[in-house]
C-alpha cells in the first residue's frame, strides 16, 4: 500500500498495491479462529429477486481489500487509492496547490486532496456531495457555461491541478457508454486547457484504448508531456485508465482559437 498512512510522505513507486498482510515476523499473532473467519471470502447468497450481477457487485465489494482499506482509514471510496499512486507517481499535488476535481461524488479525491497539502480544493458533481471541512462543493454539471467562473472565484484564482475521475452513468450498451465516455474526458480537458495555469496539470480517467487520436494530438501540443498509467487499485478487469498531462504551456488566446 502506497499509502503508509502518512499522506505527506510520497512514494515514488506506483506499487499503490493492495492493503499489505501483515508481515511474518515475531509479532506477527498467530491467527485464532476469528481472524480466519474475517479473512474469508464471502459468498453472498442469492436473495430471490436479486439479479446475478448485483450479487457478484455485493460479493465483490465485500471482499475488495480496497474497499475494507478505505473504510479503515475513513475515505469515502476506493478510488482513493488510485489518486494516492497517480500522484506517488507523477507528485501532483504540491502543498498550497489550488485544484479542481470534476466529479467529485463522494469525495475520495478530495479527502487525498487535502491530505497531501492543497490549499483551495473545489469540487463539482451532479451528485450532491456530503461537506468536506475547508473544501468547496458545486453541486453542477461542470458543462454549464457558468461552471469555470465560478470555480476559479472560489478558488481565488487558475487552478494549479485539474484532476477529473467523471464517469457518466452507464445505459448498457457499449457503444453509447463508450461515445458518453470520450465526450466527457473532451471536455474535462477543455476545461482544464481554458482553466489552468502555465505549469499546470492535468489528471483524467479515460478508457482502454487511451485518450483518442485528435484530443490526445491537442494535449500533447498543449503539456510537456502526456501519459498514461494504470494504478493497482483500478481493477484489473475494468477498462480504465488515467492519463496524465504534465507542465501545460499556455492558455490559447480567445483570438487565437477563433482564427482556427
Ligand atoms: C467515479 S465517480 C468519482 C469518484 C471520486 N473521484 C471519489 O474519489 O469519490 C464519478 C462522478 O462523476 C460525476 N459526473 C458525471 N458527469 C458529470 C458532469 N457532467 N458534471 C459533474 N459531475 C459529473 C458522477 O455524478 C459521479 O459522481
Known sequence: MTDNGSD?????????????????????????????????????KTARGRKMSSKLWIERQINDPYVKEAAIKGYRSRAAFKLIELDDKFDLIKPGYRIVDLGCAPGGWLQIAQKRG???????????????????ILEMDFMHDDAPEKIKELLGGDPDLVMSDLAANTTGHRNTDHLKTIALVEAAAEFAMETLRPGGNFVAKVFQGGTEGELLARLKASFKSVRHAKPKSSRAGSPEIYLVALGFKRRKRKEEARDK
Not at 515514488?12 to 509479532?27: D, L, N, T
Not at 492543497?118 to 468547496?136: F, K, N, R, Y
Open 8 to 44: 505527506n510522505g510520497k512514494q515514488r513507486r506506483m506499487s499503490g498495491g493492495k492493503p499489505s498482510a501483515p508481515k511474518r515476523g515475531r509479532k506477527t499473532k498467530k491467527m485464532d479462529k476469528s481472524n480466519a473467519t474475517r479473512m474469508m471470502t464471502h459468498k453472498v
Open 118 to 136: 492543497a490549499s483551495e480544493i473545489v469540487g463539482i458533481d451532479l451528485l450532491e456531495v456530503e461537506a468536506v471541512p475547508d473544501v468547496d
